[in-house]
């Protein structure tokens, strides 16, 4: 049993480093590191028990590389810095799910469920050590009682989201543990969990002065993010995102942690900060050593989707783009009238007969497809201010149907099920969180031998603040892509990436503090247009900021893409 990976379920495992008595052995599969003859579980219960383990002063430990359980004494001093992480936490957290019935499984004295309340949360919080709960119910006033998960017998389905901040290196075996979250989490739930990543370049560069790893004893499993996808897959998960989480703390706590791996440099260090009042000053750390990882909890209802968890920017801002700004975008793309070409260049030669275009805008593209001869054209946009200037710009038009309607569930392309010749969809699919769904209605809606276009944002390194805003949901790859695409039961024509010019300006956007695409950039990116088509019809890039794929619905997929679709859903 020890030899084997309790993340990944790899029998492949090497002895890595012993701590404080205790051998650990890590993953050859995933990097997960865990202690391969865990103390019974009373024993490691007892370490929690007392009020030292939140107040202690940090201590090495007479075997000489171990660390004493517990937070530092600064941890009620750090209230104001930990609750600024949790929030950050909830501004994701709250893209998954509206404020509803949380779960914090060791809440500890109560700073994420104070947060969380003055969101909007109903918190309920569990913990084994008595001071903390003691301190969560009578400093905090909160909802808080002595017990571990498996003993505290929620209800089925009771939460609408689930955290477990520092908490899952503390468990011997995460896969019980996080298998009881996703039962006491409603399908569709999320889970947040904040846990050390062993897999990461920094804590094996450490190996055993990694502090982490040092606490080995009270921390029994250090996933890496690859052992900890693998567990959540396993207990009925869907992996959305993550990001590496630093800490904020004064100089002084950093002193006193960098002395746990550094004694003389803190010895030499403490007194100079004290003299210069530069103890009190706070900074933040980052070493890329402990991951935030989110995901929904699978069921009949939720959503499913074809791509891994992308990378998330580490703070996402809530504020998105009024409808204004985004009809002010659109109206910019219409006048980068080269791009616009260039972009309807990709797919022409399939327009013909019934077309269907699912994200139609403000009609840019609609235009084009109407002079090039469609038959009928159905027009499918959700935004109103969107779906009003299409009205006064086509909505005479004979040839033309307008439905305000979202993906998966539109009636209208329901309506049209296997009469399509030709329906075109960019930059919508990153929006929609089950796009496979979503590629099956628009599937669904063509006719044998009848042609899907879909453009979507490609390069998930790219990912960041803008994606957030605009609300992507993930930028994609060759392969993600493709594996929609065939979900959906269509085979692809062809698949490459399109519009290398555009990746340099949507980096720096992305980088830069202001969140949108700005006219004049746009405008002289169009300049850029003319020379760049040319070269790239010739050259083909192997990357582009965006990928396109041509794909077709055979006679024989037809049927057995319309059977799985309704079988499945
Ligand atoms: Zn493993």
């Given at each position: ?54 107040t ?52 500890g004295?109560?700073f ?20 903390a ?29 689930v ?12 896969e ?7 039962r ?15 897999g ?223 329906v075109?969809c ?17 599937a669904?809606?063509l006719?044998p ?61 992305n ?19 003319g ?39």
């Open positions: 049993m020890s030899a084997v990976c309790p993340a990944c379920r790899s029998a492949h495992s090497r002895a890595a480093m012993e701590v404080a008595g205790l051998p650990l052995r890590r993953c050859n599969s995933c990097a997960s590191l865990w202690v391969a003859d865990p103390p019974p579980s009373e024993a490691t219960e007892a370490l929690y028990r007392e009020e030292s383990y939140y202690a002063e940090p201590t090495v430990e007479a075997s000489g590389d171990g660390i004493a359980p517990g937070y530092t004494g600064h941890y009620l001093l750090d209230r104001h810095n930990v609750e600024a992480k949790f929030a950050e936490v909830f501004d994701h957290v709250e893209r998954y799910a509206s404020p509803g019935r949380l779960l914090d499984v060791g809440c004295p109560g994420l469920l104070s947060v969380a309340r003055r969101r909007g949360w109903q918190g309920r919080g569990i913990d084994v050590n008595e001071w709960v003691t301190y969560a119910r009578e400093e905090m006033g909160l909802d808080v009682s002595r017990a571990t998960l498996e003993d505290a017998g929620f209800e089925e389905g009771e939460f609408d989201a955290t477990m901040m520092d908490l899952v290196e503390h468990v011997a075996d995460p019980s543990l996080m298998a009881e979250a996703a006491v989490t409603r399908p569709g739930g999320v889970l947040a969990i904040l846990t050390p990543d062993a990461s370049p920094v804590s094996r560069a450490l190996g055993r002065r990694w502090p982490e790893a040092r606490r080995a004893g009270e921390h029994l499993v250090l996933l890496s993010l690859e052992g900890a996808l693998s567990v959540l897959r396993r207990t009925g998960y869907i992996p959305l995102g993550w990001h590496y989480v630093g800490k904020t703390s004064s100089l002084a706590t950093l002193a006193e942690d960098v002395g746990l791996a550094l004694p003389g440099l803190a010895r030499a260090a403490t007194p100079i900060l004290k003299r210069t009042g530069l103890a009190r000053r706070e900074l933040e750390l980052d070493p890329h050593t402990k991951f935030v990882l989110y995901a929904r909890r699978a069921g009949p209802r939720a959503p499913v989707h074809g791509s891994s968890p992308v990378r998330l920017p580490k703070r996402v801002p809530r504020a998105r783009p009024t409808e204004r700004a985004v009809l002010e975008e659109l109206r910019a793309l219409a006048e980068a009238t080269r791009l616009c070409d260039w972009m309807f260049e990709q797919f022409a030669r399939y327009v013909h007969g019934r077309v269907v275009e699912v994200g139609a805008g403000i009609g840019t593209f609609s235009r084009r497809i109407l002079e090039a001869g469609a038959s009928e054209l159905l027009l499918i946009e959700p935004e109103d201010a969107c779906a009003d200037e299409l009205e006064r710009a086509l909505g005479g038009e004979p040839r033309v149907a307008i439905a305000r309607e979202l993906l998966p569930d539109a009636p209208s392309l329901r309506a049209r099920a296997g009469q399509s010749d030709f075109l960019q930059n919508v699919l990153e929006h929609i969180e089950d796009d496979v769904a979503a590629t099956t209605a628009m669904d809606a006719r031998g009848g042609h899907l276009t879909l453009l979507v944002p490609a390069m998930p390194r790219l990912y960041g603040t803008l994606d957030v805003v605009y609300g992507h949901w993930r930028r994609y790859t060759k392969d993600g892509l493709r594996s929609v695409v065939e979900a959906a039961g269509l085979e692809v024509v062809e698949l490459y990436p399109f519009n290398a010019l555009g990746i340099p300006g949507w980096w720096a956007k980088r830069g503090a202001r969140v949108e695409i700005g006219r004049s950039a746009l405008r002289a990116y169009d300049a850029a247009v020379p760049w088509r040319a070269l790239e019809r010739r050259v083909k890039p192997p990357f582009g900021l965006s990928l396109v794929v041509h794909a077709v619905k055979t006679a024989e997929h037809a049927s057995t893409a319309n059977t799985g679709s309704n079988g499945a859903r």
